[in-house]
């Protein structure tokens, strides 16, 4: 059946008034912007654990709102630009402008900015001809989230669950904060769910983190949160219904568990290898839901 796109977008826009199809776009759609020059060196920043290359991007209309110093974004392939899947490549992060000669200076860079080998490994994969695409208001991780949250729900659903979401916050004298995003109800047994992604920069790896509050030490997820965590695999295969599942109970007690954080044994290594078929990640939720 033929789209009404014309519906359509007076559907997404009724809520936000007088909207143009710019500012959606503009909303919904980082700016990517073409490498000017590239110097893969990797040096060492004085004083610092921080290793880095180095590259220049030229300033014109399309991002001269968004080059300032401290900026950050990720470069992506050429590839994806021409319509295929996309993938961070490696970060980057605007140092100096100059605004004479309208061009601005930049460091590349990883989320283990210490790790020389994984800066390394990163610029394998960059070139000239690829993007630095920065994220003009900030909202295209949170629609990724909210995209990836919806299609497992319709996953999960299909398979026959029952699937509520928690709210972000919760009133205090509602009741406590749940610390985990799903409750999963099939056959009268409910369980608790935490929707996590991959790690942007090696997607061989999974992102299971949490906010620092009050009985957070780190950073880690705590195994007693949730019964299980399904990780999306959109950053790896492009599909935003493909999810990987796991048990969330550590290694050392069952096989198939997940391992520890080194310094803190309640809580999970957050960025533990998730790959379906390796004895602890599963394809569906039905393969993990009677593990103890």
């Known amino acids: 059946m033929p789209v009404d796109y014309k519906s359509l977008f007076e559907r997404l826009t009724k809520r936000y008034g007088n909207v143009t199809p710019k500012a959606l776009e503009s909303i919904l759609c980082p700016v990517l912007i073409p490498i000017h020059t590239l110097d893969l060196t990797i040096n060492k920043v004085a004083g610092q654990s921080h290793y880095r290359a180095c590259f220049t991007i030229k300033i014109d209309a399309d991002c001269e709102d968004l080059v300032v110093p401290g900026r950050t974004g ?81 996953v999960l659903k299909a398979a ?29 047994v409910t369980k608790k769910l935490e929707a996590k992604s991959l790690w942007g920069t090696n997607t061989k790896f999974a992102r299971l983190i949490h906010s620092l509050t009050d009985g957070y030490p780190t950073s880690s997820c705590k195994f007693a949160t949730q019964d299980f965590f399904a990780v999306s695999l959109f950053l790896r295969t492009g599909n935003i219904r493909d999810f990987a599942f796991a048990r969330s109970v550590p290694k050392d007690v069952k096989k198939y568990g997940l391992p520890r954080a080194g310094k803190f044994p309640d809580h999970v290594n957050q960025n533990p290898l998730c790959e379906i078929g390796d004895g602890t990640w599963f394809g569906s939720l039905d393969e993990v839901w009677n593990l103890a």
Request: net charge neutral; charged share 30%.
């Open 74 to 154: 990720k470069f992506v392939s050429k590839a994806y630009k021409d319509g295929g899947v996309w993938q961070e490549i490696v970060k980057g992060r605007i140092l100096s402008v100059d605004r004479r000669t309208g061009v601005a200076e930049g460091e590349i860079y990883t989320g283990s900015a210490s790790k020389k080998a994984v800066l390394e490994k990163a610029l394998t994969f960059l070139s000239q001809d690829d993007f630095l695409e920065v994220d003009q208001y900030g909202a295209s991780a949170k629609v990724l989230s909210g995209l990836v949250e919806y299609s497992l729900v319709q």
């Open 160 to 188: 026959g669950y029952k699937v509520r979401r928690m709210p972000e916050d919760m009133a205090k004298h509602i009741g406590g904060y749940t610390y985990f995003d799903f409750e999963v109800e099939k056959k009268g």
